[in-house]
């Protein structure tokens, strides 16, 4: 059961642009959302959070959005970076309970 | 160095052989999860366990698979005679409080694969 769905492997961006990373969601009750970032052969890092009361965070570069009723959230950085290179991860849970949903991953890719 | 500590960072094992996969959470944690990665898919949950007590395992199969989080000393997750659909990247990750509105911080997983 694919509760949270990353369509895109992959995405290719020149430095300086806009990333737009999109994540989907099927389960109403999730409330908490997170956006991890990955290196190869390194566990995930926690880069930005969002709880369901908000509809945008920002963090430097980095903000998430979230539209509730369409089930999606999007992570944009801008400007990009070629460090921003990473593998993606999108993750959903509901306050109290213990199972983080993940997304497969979208390879984000940042050329100089 | 204050962060999820996993060992080995590799492990081979032929099949049959027993797998132990070790995680020492953040200082001041103690909450632990423990996550599969399959190649080309995201995390999947697999159990979540406070010292002594395992809280939830609905993500862990149920034969051949085992965790434990001893009051003193790591979180181990055990895996018996292993089989080669079991080579994946196990990563641990702890967080202070068990609530689901708090990020969970990662371990840098342990690569295991089975001849």
């Not at chain 1, 570069?61 to 990473?86: E, M, W």
């Not at chain 2, 027993?18 to 944690?29: F, N, Q, V």
């Amino acid at each position: 059961d694919q509760q949270v769905k990353q369509n895109s492997p992959s995405l290719s961006v020149q430095e300086g642009r806009i990333s737009i990373l999109n994540c989907d969601y099927t389960n109403s009750m999730f409330d908490y959302f997170l956006w991890y970032k990955k290196y190869p052969a390194e566990g995930p890092t926690f880069l930005i959070s969002i709880s369901s009361i908000k509809d945008k965070n920002e963090d430097g570069r980095f903000t998430v959005f979230l539209n509730k009723s369409a089930k999606h959230l999007s992570l944009h950085i801008v400007p990009s970076q070629p460090g921003d290179s990473a593998v993606y991860f999108c993750a959903a849970s509901v306050e109290g309970d213990n199972d983080m949903r993940f997304g497969a991953g979208t390879r984000l890719t940042v050329k100089p | 160095n204050a962060g999820v500590m996993q060992n080995p960072r590799h492990l081979v094992r032929r099949r049959g052989q027993e797998a132990r996969l070790r995680c020492s959470p953040m200082k001041g944690h103690s909450h632990v999860y423990w996550y599969r990665q399959l190649p080309e898919e995201g995390l999947k949950f697999m159990v979540y366990l406070q010292k002594e007590n395992i809280i939830d395992e609905s993500g862990m199969p149920k034969e051949r698979f085992s965790a434990e989080f001893p009051k003193e000393g790591p979180s181990i997750l055990r895996i018996q005679q292993v089989v080669r659909g079991d080579s994946a990247a196990y990563f641990c990750a702890s967080s202070p409080t068990g609530l689901g509105n708090q990020p969970q911080h990662f371990g840098d997983g342990t690569r295991l694969s089975i001849l």
